[in-house]
Each structure stands twice: as structure tokens, then as C-alpha cells.
């Protein structure tokens, strides 16, 4: 009783200390992240979102078309968009905003839609990404016409929107319309019309072999814009495969102050399907806030400013302004004072409470401020999903902790969501800081080749996270699996996804991520073999274009940048060392370091075959079928593996420059023919990690999450 009459005290006086003194304007900037494959999220149509036409959430993500098989998949429109007002730019300051979206999204074919004379599909018109004057009640609702209009524009004004019906779109064009379109097919910046004033045609009898926005693959597509230069930059991203625009335009001439943005995509007599399966949007312009209870000031009915009059305030009026202030202040410290007092007793409290109630979750702790989109779980719900954390559902282990397979109930599937749970031992020094690493940073990100984390518990009992479970395990156990072989397919395709990760981290999203732990069992592979990558225990965030910072050094033996382990300094170069190892690794199937070998060093044998012109001796025996255009890809793996480990971080590539090279068929880099002279491998602390990391000079091979050893085929990330 002491403790609630203590609570509804200092309620009051801070409510009062609050509602006199709201006087100082409030601001915050838009920022926000959806992740529709989330089957515990409620139907984001309702909770956040806008949805209107044939738009609607299906459980696990949104379909701006129509998907319906009763009805046909021609001449359907959608549209969604964000609940509330964006503020692009201030006409009291002429400030203008820098902006950030990122979101995931498939184009797919109807195939029961009547195909063309020739037998190919007939597929159209699009989808596009747009800003356009907001409203309650509608957006586009009466300029957006459907068909080749891609919802932007009606036939009146789809060269020449003004009013409330302007917007600037980024479009995803898969019909050729002869009025406007320059290529069948292609991606587009729109400014007021549907006429783009940039495209990059990405059309497949145009770029024979190249994957395009009807491959039936998820995209990725990354849209920025910055105040600085004008710049609005589009990069979309399939499997690896990289189309880039851009354009220069203030948008303060072409756009309200206030927009909406979202999706819309239309069919016309043509017919397909356009999913969004995750979209996060952040803007740097904060909008100001009347505070509440203010007045403006009337305007003056005086032509003239009045002279200026100095006198001494009257002692009515100090006390006036005083008392109250006084009486706010005391009431504010002693509201604080009983809130921390509670707060105490509370503590005390729960410390005081049998082990049953040990389940109880921590406080509210400083990270979990920043934390969004992953859900926090009790320590009970994942114990109840691993059966007590049994041993027979332990999917592997390490210096970290183990993880397991478990089975959480769904909204979706009446049998449950299979996931893998990572418990961090409590013995562990580093446990904490990785755990909250991970919240922080993977927490945030979307992307179709890293591990979803879906939750996290921090309890009592110890610091959990909740991964979707990967089916296939780890990439180490398949690479030296001698029962069933990797393809190279599926190794190119692997090699491809791992750099698609890193070029989002390292470029595309809004912070750089430097991942730091970079191998094959933190590579994660599901049910059709495409990669994932995880364990972002070791990850640090940083601003693009900033340097490199100190930090202790930690990390896996063979797979360490040596420039990192001399400096201390870790950046983006580092990652790239990594991948590079990974992705000679891949193609020759042996490990960086042999336990069985002492003798044997990766880097030191594949730089020796390139000497001698013979690096396609590298290639794992197994993959040589005879296939001369898959060699020549084996070749140029293996020799862009070896320019990302080039002893000085300025003479490697960037990841995006790695995956460039090898995905064309531009003339390789000249490498150094003697660059590679062994020296002693520095010594360094490894630590915890290091320890059980070295998987291949330790003993166990890693199948589950980061470093885990043991056999069992499904894993977390």
C-alpha cells in the first residue's frame, strides 16, 4: 500500500511538473521498419500502415495486386502507404530532409494468366516507391490511374502532375508502353511524370543472363537522397546482380512540405503479382511540435512597432513568476525522490521472490531503448518451446553457450514456428556485450541473405536469442561433407549471397556494419541452400566514410585480417580479408588451417598455383566436371578471393567491386606473382571465441550458430 500511495504521489507531481512547464517545443524525426514475414506481427494494414485498392496483408507479407484465384489478375490496383506525414522540408527554416529507405520485394508471373502468341508471359506493368502530397483520407486516390499510369498519374496529367497529384516515384517498370518507356523493362526515377528523367533498362533480351525484376527472386531495393547534393540514388539488388541510378533534384520545388510515402503497382491487360516482404524508412528532418496548451500570438493591429520601454519588473509580477516556478521544483525533486524510493522497493522485492518467480525479466535495460522489430520473450516461453532446454534437442555448442531447436506457437501454423535458440553461458566474460551487440545491430537489419533474429530474452536465468531455424545448418558441414557434395551452382550461388550481405552491410544501409567474424559456420543455409549470415557478436557500427577504430582484437585463427591483428584497427578492409578466405575456402574445399597438416596454409598454396598460372588447381577436384564456363567462374573466384587478401587494405576491393568482377566477364586484376612470402603467424589473445572458432585446428567442425560443434542439421545462424 506504501509503495502505490508512494507511486501516485510521484505521478502527480511529475504530471504537474510536466504540465506546467511544456513550454520548450518538442521534435522527432520519422523513422521506421516493418517486417511482414514476422508471423507474431499484427496485420500492419491496420497498425500503422494504409491499405487501399487490392492492397491487403496476407500473413506474411503484403500484396499490392490482387491474389486472388477466383477473380483475374489483370486490371487490378493497390496501393499502400505510412500512416502519417513525412516532413520532407520546413518553409520556416527552408531546411530540407536527407532521407533512407530500404525494402525487399518480388515481381512474380501469373502462370495462369494467358500467355503471348510467342509462349512467353504476359507480364506487366509494375510497382514503383513514391512520395506524394499526404491526406487523411486519400493518397493518389484521384490522379492514380492503373495500367501503365502505375497508380502515379491518370491520362490528364501523367506528364505533367501539379497540385495536390505531384509525386516523385522510383518505378519498377515491366511493361513497354511506346509513349514513354524507352526498354520493356527497367527501373526509373519519376519527377511529376510518368516519363522517368533516369532509368536503367534492365531487360533480359538486353542483358542476356543477367537476372532482372521477372527473375521470380526477391529484391532488394535501397533509395537515398541527400540535402546536401540533391542526390536522389537508387540501388537495387538481385541475388548480387547490381543496378544503379540516380538524379539531381531539389525536391522542395517538386514536392509539398509534407508527404506520404509507400508502394503502389498496378496490372493492366497484362498480369502479375508484386509482393513487399520488409520496409524501413528513416528521414534526418525533424518536425516540430506546437507545444500543447500554447496560443499563438495575435497579430498586432499597430502599423508601426511600438518604442522600446525599459522598466523594473513589479514585485507582483517576480512572484508571479517565481512561486510557481519554486513549487514546480520541489514538487519535481520530490516526485523523483518516492519514484526512486518505489523503484527500490520493488527491486527488493522481486530479490525476495522464490526461484518460480526467477522467470521475471530484467528492467528495462539502457540498450533495450534502441531496440526495435525483435520481440522480447520470457525465459519461461523458451524454456516451454526446448522442453527445458533438453539435450536432445541441442543443436550445437561453444565457447558462447549452446543452442536448440525449438517450437514457439504461431498465429500462422497450428503447429508452431520452428526456431533455434541461443543461450549464452553464464560463464562467459563476453556474453553480455554480445548479446547486446546482436540485439542492437542485427535487430535492425533486412535483408534476404542474413539471419532473421526474431527475439531475445534477458532474464534471471540467463541472456537467450531467437533466430529463424535454417534447415541446412552451416556452411562448413556441407563443404567437407564427403557423402553428398555441394554443386558449384550451389557454391556460386553462396558466394554471391555472402557478398549481396556484405555489400548491404558495409554500403547500403543507413550506419556501416564491420561483421568482424567472417567463416563458413557463421554462414547459414536454408532449405534450398541459399545463405544467410549470422552471429554479429563481434559486429561494431560506424558512420560512412569515417575511419577505422581501435578495438581489442578478437576473431577467428585463418580467417583474421593479420593488418587487424598488427593495429588493432578494424574496418570495412577487414571483412573483406575475411570473404576473401571464405571464398577460396568454398571453391577449394579445404580449410584455412589444417589440424591434420600443421604444415599446410591455404593463402600460402593457392598464391603458390598462382604463380605458377595453375590457380584453377585450387578448385575442388570434385567440381571438375569438365564444364569449361563453369571453370572459368571457378577461376574467377578464386583469383578475386585472392585480391581481397592482399596484404596492404588499400590494394583490396570493396565488396561491391569484389562481386562486380565476379559477375562479368571483365578482365581479371594482375595480382603480384610473389606476394605471398609465409612469415610466423602473429600471436595474438584470442579469448573465448577464438578458442572454440578455431574449429579446424581444434578438433570439432561447426555446424549449428557461430562455433557450435556437433552433427545435427537444422541451426539458427
Known sequence: MAAATSGLLAFLCLYCCFTLCIHAPCASSTSFSFNFSDTSSKDPCANGLKCVGDAKFTGSMIDLTRNDRSLPSNSSLGRVWYGKPVLLWDAATGELASFNTVFSFLIFQDTQYPKNPDGSFNAGDGMAFFLASYSDSSVLGNSGGGGGNLGLFNDTNHFNATGDSRVVAVEFDTFLNPQWDTSPQHVGIDVNSIKSVASKNT????????????????????????????????????EGYLYHINHTADLKLFLPEQVAVGFSATTGSSAELHRVQAWSFNSTLEKKVTPIGSVPPAPSSQPFAAPEITSVPSPKL?????????????????????????????????????????DEQHGEADFERGVAGPRRYHYRELAAATGDFAEENMLGRGGFGRVYKGCLPSDVDDDGRMVAIKKFSSESSQSRKEFEAEVKIIGRLRHRNLVQLLGWCDSLKGLLLVYELMPEGSLDRHIYNTESVLTWAQRYNIIVGLGSALRYLHRDWEQCVVHGDIKPSNIMLDSSYNCKLG?????????????????????????????????????????????????????????????????????????????????????????RMGDEAAERQMERALVVGLWCTLREPEHRPSVADALYILQSEDKLPDLPLQMYKMAAAPSFAVGERGAYSSSFSSGGRSSATTGTTGSSKSSAN
Open 318 to 358: 517576480v512572484l508571479k513568476v517565481l512561486v510557481p516556478a519554486l513549487a514546480v521544483s520541489v514538487c519535481g525533486i520530490v516526485g523523483l525522490l518516492l519514484w526512486h524510493k518505489c523503484r527500490k522497493n520493488v527491486k527488493a522485492n522481486e530479490a525476495t521472490n522464490d526461484s518460480s518467480e526467477s
Open 203 to 238: 531487360d533480359p533480351n538486353y542483358l542476356p543472363g543477367h537476372k532482372n525484376l521477372t527473375s521470380d527472386l526477391w529484391m532488394t531495393a535501397t533509395v537515398k537522397y541527400d540535402n546536401k547534393t540533391k542526390l536522389l540514388t537508387v540501388d537495387l539488388d538481385i
Open 535 to 623: 552471429d554479429f557478436g563481434l559486429a561494431r557500427l560506424g558512420d560512412h566514410g569515417a575511419g577505422p577504430k581501435t578495438t581489442v582484437v578478437k576473431g577467428t585463427r585463418g580467417y583474421i585480417d593479420p593488418e587487424f591483428v598488427n593495429t588493432s584497427r578494424r574496418c570495412t578492409q577487414s571483412d573483406v580479408y575475411s570473404f576473401g578466405i571464405v571464398l577460396i575456402e568454398i571453391v577449394s574445399g579445404r580449410p584455412p588451417v589444417d589440424r591434420w597438416d600443421p604444415s599446410f596454409m591455404l593463402m600460402k598454396w593457392a598464391w603458390s598455383l598462382y604463380s605458377e598460372g595453375k590457380i584453377l588447381d585450387a578448385a575442388d577436384a570434385r567440381l
